[in-house]
């Protein structure tokens, strides 16, 4: 799927530093960085650094290097933010949008970390 990849996407932009961003991790693989539009007190985004469009794509087509230092990333960013369960944190949502259906607006794998309050139920009733 690389080679429907649209490099021209902010965060590939992101990545090549033509577009700023607020940094909170970096790795060999991965970026983690603030939203610009928080939803929630903490509001990351962890991408790969690799041309991946969603996650089905990375995960068929990503290194097992790439995929090991991508889901590290995510944890170890939970861990900085304070929000593990595990260290001590109240936890945390995991979100990624694939496709029209999932309303990825930014073709280019990315995972919402959302914390800092009780984020409620995942999905609404309305959604049948």
């Known amino acids: 799927m690389a080679g429907n990849y649209d490099d021209q996407n902010v965060f590939a932009k992101i990545l090549r530093g033509e577009l700023p961003c607020n940094r909170v991790h970096e790795t060999e693989h991965s970026l983690a960085f603030s939203d610009i539009a928080p939803i929630a007190p903490h509001h990351v985004l962890v991408i790969p650094k690799g041309p991946y469009v969603c996650f089905d794509d990375f995960s068929s087509n990503a290194s097992p290097e790439e995929i090991v230092d991508f889901v590290k ?17 109240n936890g945390y949502r995991l979100l990624s949008n694939a496709g029209p259906d999932g309303v990825q607006v930014v073709p280019h794998l990315h995972i919402h970390i959302v914390a800092g309050r009780n984020l409620g139920p995942m999905l609404s009733r309305v959604l049948r």
């Open 73 to 89: 990333a995510v944890g170890d960013v939970c861990r900085q933010l304070g929000v593990a369960p595990d260290s001590g944190g």
